[in-house]
């Protein structure tokens, strides 16, 4: 096997400058939005004065995790004062109160949910490792999005097992960065019971997938769940059952990239965001493994295949460039 990819310095100031290029950038925009009166319409920019770029909400915010995460990462870039200047022009106590203010709608009690609001909550995760005012900036509406999990998980009975944004493992997964980063031990635990109530008691995965637009593996992003929330052991005896024949490399459409036929197209262009993610969560699971667990290597050697299909695609065409990188930066950080 190859050794496993890197984020070079290279790499940070190439995602830096594909971010810089779109969080700002207000159209094409795709709102989650509902108007119940024409007063309700209203452009991107007016309705969320931080995150009203990268085509949508949820990849705005990501696209801020990206470049902070890059800043701290790879602080020597040339794109560093660039970001900076950025996050100082956007993140201010009226903006972060414009976009908080705008869950009291009625009509927003879902917005962005689960996947909007894991994002918003790996972000601040990413801010409070910043010696930088933009986590107590940010604090009211990340804990306004905390506050949102803690409201809707014990009325949520069951999961969502998709590729796409009502993933709930992704929500999970996600979320618990925010729960370790702040050391709020009651929210972890909330997440920890859901996830086994949700996922425990599964065994013998099938992986029927992936489907047309998945940009996440309903299977292994329920791994990758489960692994950061269960203990080391406690995991490892779960995923032996829930992929028993993973060191012969079956169910076989796990190990094998996706196909993306036109980048140009939203929707396919989410399957070179199913290769970045499968990588990610690969890597993070063979990380969790005994080294002499043969699911091991075999994981890696997934992980870099995944990569090698879509690592070369996270820009030419907006419709991934918008978000891609985000989660390559995802794999290439991971394990």
């Known amino acids: 096997m190859s050794s496993p990819s890197a984020l070079t310095a290279e790499a940070a100031s190439k995602f830096a400058g594909l ?11 795709k709102l989650d939005h509902t108007m119940v009166g024409l007063a309700d319409a209203r452009g991107p920019r007016d309705l969320h004065p931080i995150f009203y770029g990268s085509y949508d909400w949820h990849s705005c915010v990501h696209g801020y995790w990206l470049l902070a995460t890059l800043r701290r990462l790879h602080p020597q870039i040339p794109e560093a ?23 009291d709608r009625p009509t927003a009690r879902g917005f962005e949910r689960p996947y909007g609001w894991a994002w918003l909550l790996k972000l601040q995760g990413e801010f409070l490792a910043h010696d930088a005012p933009w986590a107590g900036l940010m604090a009211p509406l990340a804990e306004a999005f905390a506050d ?4 809707f998980l014990p009325r949520a009975t069951y999961p969502i097992r998709t590729g796409v944004h009502s993933s709930t493992a992704f929500a999970l997964a996600l979320a618990q960065d925010y729960a370790v980063a702040t050391k709020d031990a009651a929210f972890e635990a909330l997440l920890r019971d859901k996830a086994r109530a949700w996922y425990g008691n599964d065994r013998g995965c099938q992986a029927w997938e992936p489907s047309g637009d ?8 329920e791994a990758e769940c489960m692994r950061r929330l269960l203990q080391p052991s406690a995991f490892r005896t779960w995923f032996a059952a829930f992929l028993p024949d993973a060191a012969v490399s079956l169910p076989a459409t796990l190990f094998a990239p996706a196909t993306v036929s036109d980048r140009s197209d939203g929707k396919i262009a989410h399957l070179d965001g199913l290769n970045l993610s499968r990588a990610w969560c690969w890597r993070s699971i063979a990380g969790s493994l005994a080294a002499d667990d043969p699911v091991r290597g075999v994981a890696l050697d997934a992980a870099e295949r995944h990569l090698a299909a879509s690592l070369p695609h996270v820009a030419g065409d907006y419709m991934g460039e918008h978000w ?5 930066l995802l794999a290439l950080m991971a394990g």
């Open 324 to 328: 891609l990188a985000s989660f390559a």
């Open 214 to 221: 998945d940009f996440l593996s309903p299977a292994l992003m």
């Open 148 to 151: 949102r999990c803690r409201e």
């Open 81 to 103: 004062a660039a970001i900076d200047a950025l996050f100082a022009q956007a993140f201010t106590a009226d903006k972060v109160e414009a976009e908080r203010a705008y869950l």
């Open 19 to 29: 971010a810089l290029s779109h969080v700002t950038r207000e159209f094409p925009n």
